[in-house]
């Protein structure tokens, strides 16, 4: 159950954020719509557009739709529904054109920009607040896709089973928390369902307005959030290079009490992006925007939540999951060596100034090639790695950097270290 079609909007961007790819628009189908919607165009800083469908019905049965329309006039039938109720054209046309006058009106009274033209070559996210038949979501996105929209994902907070298994099949993607097989309506999972008003919907196109924000973060980053295996929420950036994917990418593993937005990890980040490498950056378990606290943070846990991060960008069209690696970081270096013995997605790893206290025994089980730098101050972490060569279970090699310290501090330094890095990851990445 929802609380209202806000807590559905929360919910839904949730199971949104790992999948959403900025820049879009969400467009959303009035008037219910647009209250799920707006949480969503909050969270991601995205714009908020109108998809002008509404659905067709008879004087007969007023809350049976036999079919839908966009704002074009285009309608979608169901030609079972329209000759279960014994509608001849003239009652479909006499529909058709009472549903048009509806549209044409709120389009006057919204005042929002019109959705078609902003289509051409663009990514939408069609939001509703639930799916029963799916004809208006269906008229929605037949205009979508007529209007010339590079990528359509239909999002909605619950969905009859069946109208699922369509929009799974003619969405590009398909978002929802919650299908039911025994589906009723809409209505039957909402607390609060009471009708939507014209001026609740201007209200929310207006806090959707202001303040203006821009579509993606300036430095590219797209915000992913996903849950480890005791239910708690990571807080991530995926940095995409500028060029096509699907991309090689590396996962970052920082050191305790750093997080996603280490200046080093940084560094290295933007030395892959340049090969054009994706970097996913996120906070451990109780560190940064990620739930929990510090004491949950073990070192077990951190483990468990990089194969969490695995699993969140492994069905991201813009990753190959076959050529993925982790960068790890002082203590992030034992998580990541946890990690890469137990899973065989890891296909190599870079390890910074690395601190591999109780990841010793994994060692043996990493097979993937390891490369671990240290700086040439860093008296710790070298006598750390200079015996670990023999324990590996694949090929390894250190590197020691000139001028560095245990954080490399040193500009010339840290840009070293993180061209090795990103070095060893283009090598051992690379198709082959």
């Known amino acids: 159950m929802f609380r209202d079609r806000r807590d559905a909007g929360e919910k839904l961007a949730e199971a949104l954020a790992p999948v959403l790819r900025p820049p879009c628009v969400v467009a959303a189908i009035p008037r219910g719509g647009v209250s799920v ?54 009652d479909v046309e006499r529909a058709k054109a009472r549903v048009l006058a ?8 919204y005042g929002v920009e019109p959705l078609g033209p902003r289509l051409a070559g663009a990514a939408v996210v069609l939001v509703d607040d639930g799916l029963a038949t799916g004809l ?20 909605v907070p619950c969905a009859a089973a069946a109208a699922a298994d369509e929009f799974r099949r003619l969405a590009d993607r398909f978002v929802c928390p919650l299908v039911d097989p025994d589906f009723m309506a809409v209505g039957q999972y909402y607390l609060d369902f009471g009708p939507v008003s014209d001026a609740e919907v201007l209200a929310l196109l207006a806090r959707a307005r202001a303040p203006a924000a821009p579509a993606a973060p300036a430095d590219g980053s797209l915000r992913v959030t996903f849950k480890n295996s005791r239910g708690l929420a990571l807080a991530g950036r995926l940095l995409l290079p500028a060029s096509g994917g699907p991309h090689p990418a590396v996962v970052f593993a920082h050191g305790r009490g750093s997080g996603k937005d280490s200046p080093r990890n940084a560094a290295v980040a933007a030395a ?47 990753i190959d999951p076959a050529r993925v690696g982790l960068a790890g970081a002082s203590s992030g270096a034992a998580a990541a060596l946890l990690a890469a013995a137990r899973d065989a997605r890891v296909r190599a790893l870079a390890l910074r100034s690395p601190n591999p206290a109780g990841a010793e025994d994994a060692l043996p089980r990493v097979s993937a090639p390891t490369l671990l730098v240290v700086g040439e101050h860093d008296v710790p972490s070298r006598e750390a790695c200079e015996p670990l060569g023999a324990r590996f279970g694949g090929p390894w090699r250190l590197e020691v950097v000139a001028g560095g310290d245990h954080l490399f501090e040193d500009p010339a330094a840290l840009a070293r270290a993180a061209a090795l890095m990103a070095a060893w990851f283009e090598r051992h990445l690379t198709r082959s």
Do not use: C, N
Request: proline share 4%; net charge negative; aromatic share 6%.
């Open 37 to 90: 919607a707006l949480p969503i165009v909050e969270r991601f800083r995205l714009p908020l557009a109108v998809a002008y469908a509404r659905k067709l019905t008879a004087p007969s049965a007023p809350e049976f739709a036999f079919g839908a329309l966009d704002e074009d006039g285009h309608a979608t039938l169901d030609a079972r529904s329209v000759a279960m109720l014994g509608l001849a054209p003239a």
């Open 102 to 109: 509806e549209i044409r009106r709120r389009v006057a009274a």
């Open 136 to 155: 208006t979501m269906r008229a929605a996105l037949d205009y979508a896709r007529r209007h010339g929209a590079r990528e359509i994902v239909v999002a």
């Open 272 to 318: 892959l992006r340049a090969l054009g490498f994706a970097a996913f950056l996120f906070d451990f378990t109780g560190h940064g925007e990620s739930e929990g606290t510090e004491a949950d943070s073990t070192l077990a846990q951190q483990a468990d939540d990089l194969g969490a991060a695995l699993d969140a960008i492994q069905g991201l069209d813009e």
